[in-house]
């Protein structure tokens, strides 16, 4: 079973930067995708930024050029880097992670972490 630990939300001013992180343990195989979804009051859950083992990237239309998503293989955490921040990305970010398990290398499963509030406000 995979953990996730996600940090680094917190409330910062238009035009600021932050950037979350999201940690996963257990007794992880392969790491094959991670990513952020966001949720803002009273809308629907949306795609941040993914990336999959390899490198490649994928980023909602709001956030390109701003947002910079990265992940460490290494030690099997994720990065967001949220820059030039606007209110409009007010949203608790939820990380999540698919990947497999030692025991079952083959078998991918998605595990989501517990979110973390984001808010952009002067």
């Known amino acids: 079973q995979v953990q996730l630990v996600e940090s680094g939300g917190g409330l910062v001013q238009p035009g600021g930067s932050l950037r979350l992180s999201c940690a996963a343990s257990g007794s992880i195989f392969r790491i094959s995708a991670m990513g952020w979804y966001r949720q803002a009051p009273g809308k629907e859950r949306e795609l941040v930024a993914s990336i999959i083992r390899g490198g490649s990237t994928n980023y909602a239309d709001s956030v390109k050029g701003r947002f910079t998503i990265s992940a460490d293989n290494a030690t099997n955490t994720g990065y967001l880097q949220m820059n030039s921040l606007k209110p409009e990305d007010t949203a608790v970010y939820f990380c999540?992670?698919?990947?497999?398990?030692?025991?079952?290398?083959?078998?991918?499963?998605?595990?989501w972490g517990q979110g973390t509030q984001v808010t952009v406000s002067s």
């Open positions: 999540y992670v698919r990947a497999s398990m030692a025991a079952s290398p083959v078998s991918y499963t998605t595990t």
